[in-house]
């Protein structure tokens, strides 16, 4: 083989191994639809994740949205959360984005502005962060505190799970699926957590329904929780 013109047989031949370098690498196969969808999964989910923080002393998440409810107390002594507990919810029923969940938090509810809310006016809960259906988060109660979530609830023959869990609302009903960015976002607070009370890193994650068979059904049937699995492991 002849130097190309102006280089000399030094240069040349850096060239041709170079060539020969990459030439000889083996092409990968293009990637499945569910493998790039997984990769899409991580890229989204780790700004996101970055930007949730937790102040551990106090329990409360830096840099989101606040709205403090009354409706909450200290766990009993000795007791710290050993469970996370998925919610559903809308207010009213269906209607995203209004303000129904922060006054039914904050005992706010005003009984004749909906049909619905005659039936829940005197309920007295709460839940410690809600994720809208845009991804925004609130939080309501410190996590070192009991929110009141759960209700008459059982995991693993433990009673009362508002004692030793910690609740997640995700705006939505039983009969819609949720929105990717709610699962990057729940993944992300979910690993804050377990970031910050490192006892979390070994508790499951269960639906409100997994608690209180027959008397709840959320987050329902369309939550994905395959997908939730596999954003956590990322």
Request: with cysteine; charged share 25%.
């Amino acid at each position: 083989m002849y130097p190309a013109r102006g280089l000399g047989y030094v240069e040349a031949w850096y060239i041709v191994v170079a060539v020969a370098l990459v030439n000889s690498r083996p092409l990968r196969p293009p990637r499945s639809r569910a493998e790039r969808a997984i990769r899409t999964e991580k890229s989204r989910t780790k700004p996101i994740a970055d930007r949730v923080k937790l102040e551990i002393d106090t329990g409360w998440l830096q840099g989101v949205r606040r709205v403090d409810s009354p409706n909450c107390d200290d766990r009993p002594d000795g007791m710290r959360a050993e469970l996370i507990v998925v919610h559903g919810i809308s207010l009213p029923p269906g209607d995203f984005g209004g303000s129904g969940i922060d006054r039914l938090f904050t005992n706010c509810l005003v009984a004749d502005e909906h049909p619905y809310f005659e039936q829940i006016i005197d309920l007295r809960v709460s839940s410690h962060a809600l994720i809208s259906r845009s991804g925004r988060l609130t939080q309501y109660v410190s996590f070192e505190r009991r929110a009141w979530h759960a209700g008459e609830s059982c995991y693993c023959g433990r009673t009362s799970c508002n004692d030793f869990s910690i609740g997640i609302e995700l705006e939505g009903t039983d009969d819609i699926p949720y929105e990717l960015i709610q699962y990057q976002r729940l993944a992300a607070l979910v690993a804050a957590l377990r970031r910050a009370y490192p006892w979390l890193r070994a508790a499951e994650v269960v639906g409100h329904s997994d608690i209180a068979p027959g008397r709840k059904t959320d987050p329902g049937p369309h939550f994905d929780w395959a997908l939730l699995g596999r954003l956590l492991e990322s």
